[in-house]
């Protein structure tokens, strides 16, 4: 008896190694041989901005706080989390229905009869009043014999699933060290224009009194004074325009980092900022390892070419195998005596033979998601080759505008003091001035954008690259 249940142990073994559908492949993707730039970018190298952790990059203590809070409490990176948590258990249930499920029952009667019943019998007929009945199984549910594969590729899907979860959640990661960081540089830059509006303001204030002093001796008119007044409101205006943008940003950075609105502390100022002096990029291939996204766009495609062969599967027949092993007596004490013993055993082969085309459309349907798949993955591949020279392109281009800018603003400074001091002893018309000190106030905010610029080309940089996550 044991070799042909030994027979049969193999057959089912040989079958289980049957997996209908495609095995998954990485499509081909064309790699440019470096990331394009403005400059000729250096020989490329294995090592990468992205390889460095956010703290290295981003050295202001306050900005560190801050992101180590966000990585705690944001809401979005916290229901990434759970994300996960379900692919897992969706993971663990749908690998369970390759094993055999097992479940054991029982039930026990005990009865006593009537000597005086509807129907009174005599006393000889009723030998015992007392009734025993009891029952005991370990039942194998309906088990499945994974012949085609249909239960593995459904495992595979799974798995693929719960890694594109995990990749998604690293995605996440990045997208918020990099949104914290970027709101906290746009606060430091509010702060700074402030700290120009304010200075320009009790400038320009400074040059009102002395406008009206000399109109009170009788060398100033009252067309100069006028001008003096508009620059004062103007610059005035500015202060609380930037305020409420500089609240407005503090409210979110707190829901980034999950709490109430409210004030945030800040580390070094803006123009003291640190970032690295070289942003080296790396291999263009090393972006299909590092950047979570690419590696989620993938796993979408493992999955769906797993369920490929799970839709293929279908059109097979299915062995699904149930029974049960126990006893049943009338004496509870000899239920598992070996007379009493009961089992059953029942194989089931079923076999589609008519469905209208179901079947057919179901995989049809599963290839043309495995062709959609495939297709934002490469899209996925060429986005981040587009945002990383993007990056690239803003960090130089915005270094060469802020050099420019920064001997823009020396210029006009020197300008607007000599202005002033021919003004002042009589030698040139206020016009002459207030142009330098509307030029110069202008010049000054958009120095402090540019230099924002250049810091958030270099967290775009390092986001694009695919850092952040580790």
Known sequence: MKYPLAAIAVA?????????????????????????????????????????????????????????????QNYDLRDAVARVEQARANLGIT????????????????????RNGQFPLPSSFVSNQNRNWGQASLNL???????????????????????????NRKAVVTTLVSDVATNYFDLLQLDYELEISQSTLETRRESLRLVEERRSGGVATLLDLRQAEQ???TAAETIPTLEQQIEQTEN??????????????????????????????GLPSSLLDRRPDIRAAEQALVAA???????KAAYFPQLSLSGLLG??????????????????FVPQLTQPIFTAGRLKSNVKLAEAQRDSAVVQYQKTIQTAFMEVSDALIAHQRTRESR???????????????????????????????????????????SLAQIRLNELLSVVQLYKALGGGWQ
Not at 149 to 163: D, H, K, Q, V
Not at 305 to 311: C, E, F, S, T
Not at 410 to 424: G, M, N
Request: with cysteine; proline share 6%; aromatic share 6%.
């Open 327 to 344: 006893g049943q007596s009338t004496q509870l004490s000899s239920l598992f005596s070996g007379p009493n013993s009961t089992w059953s």
């Open 305 to 311: 070419n797993a369920n490929i062969g799970v839709a």
């Open 141 to 167: 549910l309906s088990f499945e014999v994974d012949i085609w594969g249909r239960l593995r590729r459904s495992t595979e899907a799974a798995r693929a699933n719960l890694l594109n979860a995990e990749e």
């Open 95 to 114: 690998r369970s229905n390759q094993l055999p499920q097992l479940d054991a029952s029982g039930d026990g009667e005990i009865t006593r009869l009537s």
């Open 231 to 233: 620059l004062v409101s």
């Open 12 to 72: 089912v073994l040989l079958l289980n190694s049957c997996t209908v559908g495609p095995n998954y492949v990485r499509p081909a993707v064309a790699m440019p041989a470096n990331f394009r730039a403005p400059e000729p970018l250096p020989a490329p190298q294995a090592a990468s901005l992205a390889d460095l952790k956010w703290f290295e990059i981003f050295k202001d203590e306050k900005l560190q706080e801050l992101t180590r809070t966000a990585l705690v």
């Open 403 to 445: 050099i420019e800018q920064e001997k823009l603003v020396t210029a006009l400074q020197d300008r607007t003091r000599l202005a002033y001091v021919r003004y002042r002893g009589g030698v040139d018309t206020q016009l002459n001035a207030l142009d330098a000190d509307r030029d110069l106030f202008q010049a000054e905010l």
């Open 252 to 281: 979110q950075i707190s829901l980034l980092v999950g709490k109430n609105p409210g004030g945030v502390l800040r580390g070094r100022k803006f123009i003291d900022q640190e970032m690295p002096p070289q942003v080296p990029t």
